[in-house]
């Protein structure tokens, strides 16, 4: 059984409100993932937007889905997080090759941090 990460695996926060299913609460858990970034836990590798920009974007249904891609620095997991405007959140951890493997719309407020990361595993 894997180990329990501190960082990641308390990200998520839970909601019945909308079904008899317990699903994410897709903004609750947008908090949560923004303020693990915030304070250097969770690195953003690639997105659809900037986690500052998530909210007022899925708010305004901008797109059908906004996906962020994000390395836990406290135990080096990849984890995906994605809304979708009329789907249940999602939040897991991934293999490395999902990143390059997503198929990314471009869009303006793409972010693409992949270079630096892999620039900083490098070394």
């Given at each position: 059984m894997p180990a329990i990460c501190a960082t990641h695996d308390s990200l998520a926060?839970?909601?019945?409100?909308?079904?008899?299913?317990?699903?994410?609460d897709?903004?609750?858990?947008?908090?949560?993932?923004?303020a693990a970034a915030d304070a250097g836990q969770l690195r953003l590798l690639r997105a659809?937007?900037?986690?500052?920009?998530?909210?007022?974007?899925?708010?305004?249904?901008?797109?059908?889905?906004?996906?962020?891609?994000?390395?836990?620095?406290?135990?080096?997991?990849?984890?995906?997080?994605?809304?979708?405007?009329r789907g249940t959140p999602i939040l897991k951890t991934v293999p490395f090759e999902n990143i390059d493997h997503w198929p990314w719309d471009n869009t303006e407020t793409q972010i693409d941090n992949m270079p630096e990361y892999l620039a900083d595993t490098a070394r």
């Open positions: 926060v839970y909601s019945t409100m909308r079904s008899r299913h317990t699903e994410i897709a903004f609750a858990t947008l908090d949560r993932v923004r659809d937007c900037p986690l500052e920009l998530t909210e007022e974007l899925v708010t305004r249904e901008a797109k059908y889905s906004f996906v962020h891609f994000l390395e836990c620095r406290g135990c080096g997991a990849f984890v995906f997080f994605g809304i979708h405007i």
